[in-house]
C-alpha cells in the first residue's frame, strides 16, 4: 500500500469519478484505474462499487480513504519535521580536531558561538586514513594531510579546504642555528630529531630532508602531541617539526621557528562531513566560522 495510491482512493471520493482524478493529477484514466486495482489487491473486501458508469467508494473505501488522509498529514508532519531540522540554526553541532588544531581553534569556536548552537567538542588524533571514519561521529571532523596525499573518499565525505599551513624546524633558542632567519636541508645532517609515530600524517615529512643529504636521520624520539615534543625540543637534545599557525606562542616559549629554504615543508588542514550534514543549517554556520577561525589564525601568526 503506496501513499499515492490512497491519495487516488481519496480523490476518488471527493472528486467523484476516474476521468475528474486523472485530469487533477494529470495523469491517464488508465493509470488512475490501475493504481486503483493494485490498492485493491491488498484487501478481500471491495473498496469501490460500480453505479452505472461512475465508480464509487464503498463503506470500506471511504474508511480506508480516512485512514489515507490521516496518513498523508502525518508524512506532511513529518517533512515538515525534518526541514525544521535542517533550518534550525540552534541544532547542536559536534567537532573533532586533530589536537593543535583544538588547542588553536576549539576556543575561538566557542567564543564566536555563545548565543548560537550547541558546540561539541572533542579531540581526535588519528592515522591519516582514520579521519574520514570520524564524520560517522561527528558532524565536522578538522583533518590534515600532507598536500600530494591521495583526495579524501569522494562520496563518502564532502573536504572543505581551511589552511595550508607550513611547517618549519624547530630548535632550542640556544641552538647554533636559532639566530639564522632560514636554514637548508644540509644544516641538518647531525641533528637528532623528534618525529610523529609511523602512519600519522606527518610521518613522511622527514623523509626529503634524509633524501636531500644521503643518509637517514637520527630519530631519537616519537611523539605526536606538538606541546609535548616542544618540551623536548626546548632542552636541546633534539630538533623537530612544528607548525607555524596553529602552536600558540606560550607553548613556544625556548624555541625558534626556522623555515626551510630549499624545502619548503606544509600540511593540508581541511574540515570533513557527511554529505547529510552539510544539509543542516546549523553544521554550515559551524563550518564558516571554522574557516574565518582557520584564516585569521594564519594572519595574526604573519
Given amino acids: 500500500m503506496q501513499l499515492y495510491e490512497l491519495r487516488i482512493l481519496r480523490e476518488l471520493g471527493e472528486r467523484g469519478s476516474v476521468a475528474a482524478v486523472a485530469e487533477a493529477l494529470m495523469v491517464t484514466p488508465s493509470a488512475v484505474s490501475q ?15 460500480r453505479r452505472g458508469r461512475r465508480l464509487e467508494l464503498t463503506q470500506a473505501g471511504w474508511a480506508l480513504a480516512a485512514a489515507g488522509t490521516k496518513v498523508a498529514a502525518a508524512m506532511a508532519d513529518a517533512a515538515s519535521s525534518v526541514d525544521d531540522f535542517l533550518a534550525d540554526p540552534g541544532e547542536p553541532v559536534s567537532v573533532s580536531a586533530f589536537h593543535s588544531a583544538g588547542l588553536a581553534w576549539f576556543a575561538p569556536l566557542l567564543e564566536a558561538t555563545q548565543g548560537m548552537p550547541a558546540i561539541n567538542l572533542s579531540d581526535e588524533d588519528v592515522p591519516r586514513s582514520d579521519f574520514a571514519a570520524l564524520t560517522l561521529s561527528h558532524d565536522i571532523v578538522i583533518a590534515h594531510r600532507l598536500p600530494h596525499d591521495p583526495p579524501w573518499p569522494p562520496g563518502r565525505v564532502i573536504s572543505t579546504a581551511l589552511l595550508s599551513e607550513p611547517l618549519d624546524v624547530a630548535v632550542a633558542t640556544n641552538h647554533p642555528l636559532a639566530s639564522r632567519q632560514s636554514i637548508s636541508t644540509l644544516d641538518l645532517a647531525r641533528e637528532r630529531w623528534i618525529s610523529v609515530h609511523e602512519g600519522f600524517p606527518l610521518s613522511q615529512l622527514l623523509a626529503p630532508i634524509a633524501v636531500r643529504h644521503g643518509q637517514p636521520l637520527d630519530i631519537a624520539h616519537r611523539v605526536n602531541e606538538f606541546f609535548v615534543a616542544a618540551t623536548i625540543i626546548r632542552t636541546g637534545q633534539a630538533i623537530g617539526l612544528m607548525p607555524r599557525y596553529t602552536m600558540n606562542s606560550a607553548s613556544l616559549d625556548g624555541i625558534a621557528l626556522l623555515p626551510l629554504s630549499d624545502l619548503p615543508l606544509a600540511r593540508q ?10 544539509h543542516r543549517a546549523s553544521v554550515r554556520k559551524a563550518l564558516t566560522l571554522l574557516s574565518s577561525i582557520a584564516r585569521d589564525s594564519a594572519t595574526n601568526a604573519k
Avoid: C, V
Avoid at 35 to 49: A, H, I, N, V
Fill in 35 to 49: 493504481q486503483l486495482s493494485t490498492l485493491q489487491r491488498g484487501f478481500k473486501t471491495p473498496l469501490t462499487t
Fill in 269 to 278: 588542514i581541511d574540515a570533513l562531513s557527511r554529505p547529510e550534514a552539510l
